[in-house]
């Protein structure tokens, strides 16, 4: 069965999750920002002292994207990496001062994308697009698995 395009949920989030990209790169520009390095960042602020593998979980990119993330952010003195003190082998990753000035004018602009998003909706509306979003997510968690599938029939 073929789906008219304007009727593919996956075809309109796919549009405006790209649409928001876009939008977070161009007001990241000025700070020397991408993206995946601002979601680092934001990360960072949040959890400190996270490994690279699980930065790469929360921040969506692969291990070796986070890598190259982290050498990145590292060199510019933005984040600083030290020996975990019971596991040496894995690398605690924190925020600098200079880190966290740098976000913190950063994550100004951002904020702005997401309220020139937020305000057109109501509140109502809002919270009913997170549900939905969520709603999206839970329905797809397991469809990389076979065992994921759920059944057409309802």
């Known amino acids: ?3 008219p395009i304007d ?10 999750e790209q649409e928001l990209s876009a939008a977070k790169h ?6 020397k920002l991408n ?11 949040h959890e400190p002292g996270l490994s690279g593998a699980v930065l790469a979980r929360r921040c969506m990119v692969t291990p070796q994207t986070m890598s190259s993330v982290l050498a990145t952010l590292e060199g510019r003195g933005l984040v600083e990496r030290k020996p975990h003190p019971v596991h040496s082998h894995i690398l605690e990753a924190r925020l600098t001062r200079t880190g966290q000035n740098l976000l913190a004018k950063a994550d100004e602009a951002v904020t702005e994308v997401e309220l020139r998003l937020t305000e057109e909706f ?8 997170i549900t939905s979003l969520e709603r999206c997510s839970s ?11 759920k059944s057409s029939a309802r």
């Open 26 to 31: 161009s007001c990241l520009r000025p700070f």
């Open 1 to 3: 069965m073929r789906l």
């Open 35 to 45: 993206v995946p390095q601002y979601s680092v960042l934001l990360t960072l602020s």
């Open 7 to 16: 009727q593919r949920l996956g075809h309109h989030l796919k549009r405006v």
């Open 139 to 149: 329905a797809l968690a397991g469809a990389a698995s076979p065992s994921g599938r």
């Open 122 to 129: 109501t509140q109502a509306e809002a919270q009913g697009l």
